[in-house]
Protein backbone atom coordinates (compact mmCIF):
# COMPACT_ATOMS: atom_id res chain seq x y z
CA UNK A 1 0.00 0.00 0.00
CA UNK A 2 0.78 3.72 -0.35
CA UNK A 3 2.05 4.91 2.44
CA UNK A 4 0.11 8.06 1.55
CA UNK A 5 -2.96 6.17 1.49
CA UNK A 6 -3.86 6.27 4.93
CA UNK A 7 -6.61 7.81 6.47
CA UNK A 8 -6.06 10.34 8.88
CA UNK A 9 -7.95 13.73 10.25
CA UNK A 10 -9.74 14.74 7.42
CA UNK A 11 -9.06 18.42 7.31
CA UNK A 12 -10.20 20.75 4.92
CA UNK A 13 -8.40 24.51 4.61
CA UNK A 14 -7.01 23.52 7.52
CA UNK A 15 -10.59 22.24 9.04
CA UNK A 16 -10.57 19.18 11.20
CA UNK A 17 -13.36 17.13 10.19
CA UNK A 18 -14.92 15.60 13.17
CA UNK A 19 -18.71 14.07 14.80
CA UNK A 20 -17.52 13.76 17.88
CA UNK A 21 -19.85 16.22 19.20
CA UNK A 22 -23.17 16.00 21.35
CA UNK A 23 -25.75 13.59 19.81
CA UNK A 24 -26.98 13.86 16.48
CA UNK A 25 -30.51 13.26 16.72
CA UNK A 26 -33.58 15.63 17.28
CA UNK A 27 -33.29 18.04 19.59
CA UNK A 28 -35.24 21.01 20.79
CA UNK A 29 -34.37 24.69 20.00
CA UNK A 30 -33.04 25.27 23.22
CA UNK A 31 -30.98 21.85 23.13
CA UNK A 32 -29.62 23.15 19.71
CA UNK A 33 -28.43 26.56 21.10
CA UNK A 34 -27.11 24.81 24.22
CA UNK A 35 -24.93 22.08 22.28
CA UNK A 36 -23.15 25.30 20.27
CA UNK A 37 -22.86 26.98 23.91
CA UNK A 38 -20.73 24.07 25.55
CA UNK A 39 -18.86 23.24 22.19
CA UNK A 40 -17.35 26.82 22.49
CA UNK A 41 -17.12 26.96 25.83
CA UNK A 42 -14.54 23.84 25.65
CA UNK A 43 -12.93 23.79 22.22
CA UNK A 44 -12.29 27.89 20.94
CA UNK A 45 -9.33 28.50 20.90
CA UNK A 46 -9.52 32.01 22.36
CA UNK A 47 -9.69 31.20 26.34
CA UNK A 48 -11.07 34.52 26.64
CA UNK A 49 -13.76 34.48 24.03
CA UNK A 50 -12.76 37.75 22.60
CA UNK A 51 -12.31 39.00 26.02
CA UNK A 52 -16.34 38.37 27.27
CA UNK A 53 -17.38 36.69 30.13
CA UNK A 54 -18.87 33.50 27.79
CA UNK A 55 -21.01 32.41 30.68
CA UNK A 56 -23.77 35.00 30.03
CA UNK A 57 -25.01 33.98 26.66
CA UNK A 58 -25.35 30.46 28.06
CA UNK A 59 -29.63 31.67 29.28
CA UNK A 60 -29.30 34.50 27.46
CA UNK A 61 -32.70 33.36 25.47
CA UNK A 62 -33.90 30.70 27.70
CA UNK A 63 -37.60 30.04 27.49
CA UNK A 64 -37.57 32.11 24.29
CA UNK A 65 -36.65 29.64 21.23
CA UNK A 66 -39.74 28.04 20.14
CA UNK A 67 -38.72 27.24 16.64
CA UNK A 68 -35.40 26.31 14.95
CA UNK A 69 -35.25 29.53 13.32
CA UNK A 70 -35.34 31.29 16.44
CA UNK A 71 -32.27 28.88 17.70
CA UNK A 72 -30.46 29.89 14.23
CA UNK A 73 -30.80 33.47 14.68
CA UNK A 74 -29.57 32.75 18.34
CA UNK A 75 -26.56 31.03 17.31
CA UNK A 76 -25.47 33.23 14.77
CA UNK A 77 -25.73 36.16 17.11
CA UNK A 78 -23.95 34.59 19.94
CA UNK A 79 -20.97 33.42 17.32
CA UNK A 80 -20.70 36.84 16.15
CA UNK A 81 -19.55 37.68 19.41
CA UNK A 82 -16.42 36.26 19.03
CA UNK A 83 -15.48 38.23 16.32
CA UNK A 84 -14.01 35.28 13.72
CA UNK A 85 -15.66 34.89 10.68
CA UNK A 86 -13.96 31.25 10.89
CA UNK A 87 -16.72 30.01 13.66
CA UNK A 88 -20.05 30.08 12.58
CA UNK A 89 -23.19 27.91 12.65
CA UNK A 90 -24.15 26.02 9.40
CA UNK A 91 -28.04 25.06 8.99
CA UNK A 92 -28.51 21.68 7.59
CA UNK A 93 -28.35 23.39 3.50
CA UNK A 94 -25.02 24.44 4.29
CA UNK A 95 -23.67 21.91 6.34
CA UNK A 96 -24.77 19.34 3.67
CA UNK A 97 -22.86 21.61 0.44
CA UNK A 98 -19.88 21.78 3.10
CA UNK A 99 -19.92 17.80 3.33
CA UNK A 100 -20.15 17.80 -0.76
CA UNK A 101 -17.40 19.70 -1.21
CA UNK A 102 -15.15 17.50 0.86
CA UNK A 103 -16.34 15.15 -1.21
CA UNK A 104 -14.87 16.43 -3.98
CA UNK A 105 -18.05 18.20 -5.96
CA UNK A 106 -19.44 21.98 -5.85
CA UNK A 107 -22.25 23.56 -7.35
CA UNK A 108 -21.92 27.39 -7.89
CA UNK A 109 -19.59 29.29 -9.64
CA UNK A 110 -16.35 27.73 -7.87
CA UNK A 111 -14.37 29.89 -5.63
CA UNK A 112 -13.54 30.58 -1.87
CA UNK A 113 -14.06 33.35 -0.04
CA UNK A 114 -13.57 35.16 2.97
CA UNK A 115 -13.15 38.26 5.01
CA UNK A 116 -10.25 40.54 5.41
CA UNK A 117 -10.82 43.73 7.15
CA UNK A 118 -14.94 43.49 7.35
CA UNK A 119 -14.61 43.28 3.30
CA UNK A 120 -15.75 40.00 1.18
CA UNK A 121 -12.74 39.11 -0.99
CA UNK A 122 -12.35 36.19 -2.90
CA UNK A 123 -9.37 34.02 -1.87
CA UNK A 124 -9.09 32.19 -5.02
CA UNK A 125 -10.87 30.67 -7.85
CA UNK A 126 -10.70 27.09 -8.02
CA UNK A 127 -8.95 25.78 -11.44
CA UNK A 128 -11.49 25.65 -14.61
CA UNK A 129 -14.23 26.94 -12.97
CA UNK A 130 -16.81 29.32 -14.06
CA UNK A 131 -15.37 32.14 -11.56
CA UNK A 132 -11.82 31.48 -12.99
CA UNK A 133 -13.52 31.74 -16.89
CA UNK A 134 -15.12 34.49 -16.12
CA UNK A 135 -12.13 36.34 -14.83
CA UNK A 136 -12.23 36.86 -11.10
CA UNK A 137 -8.49 36.66 -9.70
CA UNK A 138 -7.67 36.34 -6.10
CA UNK A 139 -7.97 39.21 -3.08
CA UNK A 140 -10.89 40.79 -6.24
CA UNK A 141 -13.15 42.56 -3.54
CA UNK A 142 -17.20 41.89 -4.01
CA UNK A 143 -18.79 44.89 -3.64
CA UNK A 144 -22.54 43.47 -4.72
CA UNK A 145 -24.07 40.27 -5.09
CA UNK A 146 -26.72 40.63 -7.33
CA UNK A 147 -27.55 43.99 -7.18
CA UNK A 148 -27.33 43.77 -2.74
CA UNK A 149 -24.52 45.10 -0.87
CA UNK A 150 -21.89 43.16 0.46
CA UNK A 151 -21.42 45.51 3.22
CA UNK A 152 -21.91 43.58 6.77
CA UNK A 153 -22.65 40.52 5.13
CA UNK A 154 -21.21 37.29 6.96
CA UNK A 155 -19.59 34.40 4.74
CA UNK A 156 -22.53 32.25 4.95
CA UNK A 157 -25.02 34.31 3.64
CA UNK A 158 -22.50 35.78 0.92
CA UNK A 159 -21.81 32.01 0.09
CA UNK A 160 -25.94 30.86 0.15
CA UNK A 161 -25.93 34.13 -2.78
CA UNK A 162 -23.33 32.72 -4.31
CA UNK A 163 -24.33 29.10 -4.98
CA UNK A 164 -26.91 27.91 -7.04
CA UNK A 165 -28.64 25.56 -8.85
CA UNK A 166 -26.46 24.52 -12.34
CA UNK A 167 -27.79 27.12 -15.66
CA UNK A 168 -28.73 30.15 -13.29
CA UNK A 169 -26.69 32.99 -12.84
CA UNK A 170 -25.12 35.35 -10.75
CA UNK A 171 -24.48 38.59 -11.06
CA UNK A 172 -21.15 40.50 -9.11
CA UNK A 173 -19.86 43.87 -8.52
CA UNK A 174 -16.25 43.52 -8.40
CA UNK A 175 -13.80 46.14 -7.08
CA UNK A 176 -10.12 45.41 -7.84
CA UNK A 177 -7.24 47.47 -7.38
CA UNK A 178 -6.16 49.78 -10.43
CA UNK A 179 -9.02 49.37 -12.48
CA UNK A 180 -12.70 50.55 -12.35
CA UNK A 181 -15.45 47.87 -10.72
CA UNK A 182 -17.20 45.76 -13.18
CA UNK A 183 -20.07 43.58 -13.35
CA UNK A 184 -19.46 39.89 -13.84
CA UNK A 185 -22.25 37.44 -14.59
CA UNK A 186 -21.24 34.52 -13.77
CA UNK A 187 -23.24 30.83 -14.65
CA UNK A 188 -22.93 28.32 -12.14
CA UNK A 189 -22.23 24.70 -12.74
CA UNK A 190 -21.56 21.78 -11.25
CA UNK A 191 -17.56 21.38 -10.35
CA UNK A 192 -15.56 18.38 -10.29
CA UNK A 193 -12.64 19.59 -8.03
CA UNK A 194 -9.43 19.07 -9.75
CA UNK A 195 -5.91 18.96 -7.46
CA UNK A 196 -3.03 17.59 -9.51
CA UNK A 197 -1.75 18.59 -13.37
CA UNK A 198 1.62 18.73 -15.04
CA UNK A 199 0.23 21.44 -17.66
CA UNK A 200 0.67 25.72 -16.44
CA UNK A 201 -2.17 27.86 -16.79
CA UNK A 202 -0.43 30.05 -19.01
CA UNK A 203 1.06 28.07 -22.12
CA UNK A 204 4.81 28.53 -20.46
CA UNK A 205 7.38 26.53 -22.40
CA UNK A 206 9.04 23.92 -19.78
CA UNK A 207 12.54 22.36 -19.98
CA UNK A 208 12.49 18.84 -20.54
CA UNK A 209 14.54 18.39 -17.78
CA UNK A 210 12.49 19.89 -15.13
CA UNK A 211 9.09 18.68 -13.80
CA UNK A 212 6.19 21.49 -13.47
CA UNK A 213 3.34 20.11 -10.68
CA UNK A 214 0.41 22.25 -10.14
CA UNK A 215 -1.70 21.79 -7.35
CA UNK A 216 -4.69 23.55 -7.49
CA UNK A 217 -6.18 22.15 -3.89
CA UNK A 218 -5.22 20.09 -1.18
CA UNK A 219 -9.47 19.20 -1.20
CA UNK A 220 -9.00 15.63 -2.96
CA UNK A 221 -8.03 12.58 -0.95
CA UNK A 222 -5.62 11.25 -3.55
CA UNK A 223 -3.62 14.82 -4.48
CA UNK A 224 -0.73 13.34 -2.03
CA UNK A 225 -0.47 9.98 -3.91
CA UNK A 226 -0.70 11.31 -7.39
CA UNK A 227 1.85 14.32 -6.65
CA UNK A 228 4.30 10.90 -5.36
CA UNK A 229 3.70 9.05 -8.45
CA UNK A 230 4.54 12.39 -10.55
CA UNK A 231 7.83 12.23 -8.25
CA UNK A 232 8.52 8.76 -8.56
CA UNK A 233 8.29 9.06 -12.25
CA UNK A 234 10.72 12.16 -12.64
CA UNK A 235 13.70 9.81 -11.40
CA UNK A 236 15.06 11.70 -15.00
CA UNK A 237 14.11 15.01 -14.08
CA UNK A 238 17.00 17.62 -12.51
CA UNK A 239 13.89 19.67 -10.28
CA UNK A 240 10.55 20.11 -9.25
CA UNK A 241 8.50 23.90 -9.25
CA UNK A 242 5.43 23.13 -7.44
CA UNK A 243 2.77 25.37 -8.35
CA UNK A 244 0.97 26.51 -5.17
CA UNK A 245 -1.22 29.36 -6.67
CA UNK A 246 -4.20 30.28 -5.94
CA UNK A 247 -4.69 27.04 -3.89
CA UNK A 248 -7.07 27.70 -1.52
CA UNK A 249 -5.82 25.01 1.03
CA UNK A 250 -7.62 21.55 1.81
CA UNK A 251 -7.18 18.30 3.71
CA UNK A 252 -4.07 19.51 6.16
CA UNK A 253 -3.10 15.23 5.97
CA UNK A 254 -2.15 16.09 2.26
CA UNK A 255 0.03 19.23 3.72
CA UNK A 256 1.89 16.96 6.14
CA UNK A 257 2.29 13.91 3.64
CA UNK A 258 3.92 16.27 0.30
CA UNK A 259 5.86 18.00 3.02
CA UNK A 260 7.27 14.23 4.59
CA UNK A 261 8.15 13.57 1.21
CA UNK A 262 10.40 16.62 0.64
CA UNK A 263 11.73 16.70 3.77
CA UNK A 264 14.61 14.58 5.40
CA UNK A 265 13.52 15.17 8.77
CA UNK A 266 12.67 18.63 10.45
CA UNK A 267 9.55 20.06 11.94
CA UNK A 268 6.46 20.62 9.13
CA UNK A 269 4.09 22.68 11.31
CA UNK A 270 2.98 22.71 15.16
CA UNK A 271 -0.40 24.05 16.42
CA UNK A 272 -1.36 26.00 19.40
CA UNK A 273 -4.90 25.37 21.37
CA UNK A 274 -6.91 27.29 24.00
CA UNK A 275 -4.87 25.80 26.83
CA UNK A 276 -1.36 26.70 25.11
CA UNK A 277 -0.80 23.52 24.34
CA UNK A 278 1.75 22.92 21.42
CA UNK A 279 1.56 20.03 19.53
CA UNK A 280 4.37 19.22 17.03
CA UNK A 281 4.07 17.55 13.42
CA UNK A 282 7.57 16.57 12.00
CA UNK A 283 8.77 14.67 9.03
CA UNK A 284 9.14 10.98 9.86
CA UNK A 285 8.76 8.84 5.97
CA UNK A 286 11.50 8.30 3.56
CA UNK A 287 11.82 11.21 1.57
CA UNK A 288 11.14 10.78 -1.81
CA UNK A 289 13.36 13.25 -3.88
CA UNK A 290 16.13 15.25 -2.74
CA UNK A 291 16.40 17.35 -5.92
CA UNK A 292 15.98 20.89 -5.86
CA UNK A 293 12.62 22.25 -5.71
CA UNK A 294 10.83 25.82 -6.00
CA UNK A 295 7.57 26.56 -5.08
CA UNK A 296 5.14 29.50 -6.54
CA UNK A 297 2.39 31.39 -4.35
CA UNK A 298 0.61 34.31 -4.74
CA UNK A 299 -2.73 35.97 -2.76
CA UNK A 300 -4.53 33.50 -3.00
CA UNK A 301 -1.98 30.62 -1.35
CA UNK A 302 -4.03 29.99 2.04
CA UNK A 303 -4.09 28.16 4.72
CA UNK A 304 -2.94 24.29 3.47
CA UNK A 305 -0.78 25.89 0.99
CA UNK A 306 0.77 28.08 3.68
CA UNK A 307 1.77 24.86 5.70
CA UNK A 308 3.43 23.44 2.79
CA UNK A 309 5.26 26.79 1.91
CA UNK A 310 6.19 27.68 5.02
CA UNK A 311 7.61 23.74 6.07
CA UNK A 312 9.66 23.90 3.16
CA UNK A 313 10.73 27.34 3.47
CA UNK A 314 11.80 27.32 7.46
CA UNK A 315 13.68 23.66 6.60
CA UNK A 316 15.98 25.51 3.71
CA UNK A 317 14.29 22.64 1.63
CA UNK A 318 12.41 24.92 -1.47
CA UNK A 319 13.43 28.70 -3.09
CA UNK A 320 9.41 30.31 -2.59
CA UNK A 321 8.94 32.56 -5.35
CA UNK A 322 5.94 34.72 -6.09
CA UNK A 323 3.83 37.20 -4.03
CA UNK A 324 3.04 37.38 0.16
CA UNK A 325 0.25 34.58 0.61
CA UNK A 326 -3.13 34.97 2.13
CA UNK A 327 -2.06 34.81 5.65
CA UNK A 328 -4.69 32.32 7.21
CA UNK A 329 -3.13 30.67 10.23
CA UNK A 330 -6.19 28.98 11.92
CA UNK A 331 -7.77 25.58 12.33
CA UNK A 332 -10.79 24.61 12.21
CA UNK A 333 -13.21 21.81 13.33
CA UNK A 334 -16.83 20.66 11.46
CA UNK A 335 -18.81 19.61 14.43
CA UNK A 336 -21.96 17.82 13.42
CA UNK A 337 -25.00 19.16 15.16
CA UNK A 338 -28.34 17.48 16.16
CA UNK A 339 -30.93 17.97 13.17
CA UNK A 340 -28.62 17.47 10.53
CA UNK A 341 -26.75 21.00 11.28
CA UNK A 342 -23.42 21.77 11.85
CA UNK A 343 -20.16 24.78 12.78
CA UNK A 344 -16.98 24.87 12.56
CA UNK A 345 -14.82 26.50 15.19
CA UNK A 346 -11.57 27.66 15.63
CA UNK A 347 -9.41 25.32 17.80
CA UNK A 348 -5.92 25.78 17.43
CA UNK A 349 -3.88 28.64 15.63
CA UNK A 350 -0.59 26.80 13.85
CA UNK A 351 2.87 28.05 13.45
CA UNK A 352 5.50 27.34 10.98
CA UNK A 353 8.56 25.07 11.82
CA UNK A 354 10.37 28.47 13.02
CA UNK A 355 7.63 29.26 15.53
CA UNK A 356 6.13 31.95 12.74
CA UNK A 357 2.62 33.02 13.33
CA UNK A 358 1.72 33.75 9.63
CA UNK A 359 -2.03 34.45 10.27
CA UNK A 360 -2.85 37.97 8.61
CA UNK A 361 0.41 37.47 7.34
CA UNK A 362 0.98 35.43 5.28
CA UNK A 363 4.20 33.86 3.79
CA UNK A 364 6.93 35.90 2.23
CA UNK A 365 8.80 34.47 -0.96
CA UNK A 366 12.04 34.32 -1.18
CA UNK A 367 12.13 36.12 -4.35
CA UNK A 368 9.17 38.37 -4.60
CA UNK A 369 7.68 38.44 -8.60
CA UNK A 370 4.48 40.47 -8.52
CA UNK A 371 1.76 39.13 -10.95
CA UNK A 372 0.66 42.76 -12.54
CA UNK A 373 -2.76 42.97 -14.87
CA UNK A 374 -0.19 43.41 -18.01
CA UNK A 375 1.38 40.43 -17.12
CA UNK A 376 -2.33 38.27 -17.19
CA UNK A 377 -3.23 40.15 -20.03
CA UNK A 378 -0.22 39.89 -22.52
CA UNK A 379 -0.90 36.11 -20.79
CA UNK A 380 2.79 36.52 -19.92
CA UNK A 381 4.03 34.49 -16.78
CA UNK A 382 6.81 36.46 -14.98
CA UNK A 383 6.27 34.33 -11.71
CA UNK A 384 6.76 30.74 -13.55
CA UNK A 385 9.43 31.85 -15.98
CA UNK A 386 11.21 33.15 -13.12
CA UNK A 387 10.82 29.70 -11.31
CA UNK A 388 12.53 28.11 -14.42
CA UNK A 389 15.60 30.13 -14.05
CA UNK A 390 16.20 30.10 -10.19
CA UNK A 391 15.47 26.34 -10.33
CA UNK A 392 18.36 26.18 -13.62
CA UNK A 393 20.73 28.10 -11.36
CA UNK A 394 20.39 25.72 -8.51
CA UNK A 395 20.68 22.76 -9.82
CA UNK A 396 23.81 23.84 -11.97
CA UNK A 397 25.15 24.29 -7.70
CA UNK A 398 24.18 20.94 -7.16
CA UNK A 399 25.89 19.60 -10.51
CA UNK A 400 28.92 21.76 -9.42
CA UNK A 401 29.27 20.39 -5.90
CA UNK A 402 28.88 16.95 -7.24
CA UNK A 403 25.77 15.84 -5.55
Known amino acids: MNKYTKTGLAIITAIYLTFTSASVSAATPAELYDDVWKIVNKKYYDPSNNSQDWAKWR ?123 KLYSIVRDEIEIKSVSTKPPIETTIPNDIQYIRLSSFISKNAAVEIEEILNKSSDKKGFIIDLRSNPGGLLTNAIYISDMLLKGGIIVSTVDRDRYKSTTRARYDQTTEKPVVVLINKGSASASEILSGALKDNHRATIIGEQSFGKGLVQEINKLPDEAGMNITIQRYLTPSGTDIHKKGITPDVVVE ?10 DVQLKKAIEVLEHMTCLVQKSGI
Open 371 to 380: LTKENVDSKN
Open 59 to 181: YRYQHKLKTKEDAYVAIDTMLASLNDPYTRFLQPKEFSEETQSIKGSLKGIGTQIGLRDGNLVIIAPLEDSPAERAGLLADDQILEINGESTKGINIDVAADKIRGEKGTTVTLLIQRKGVPN
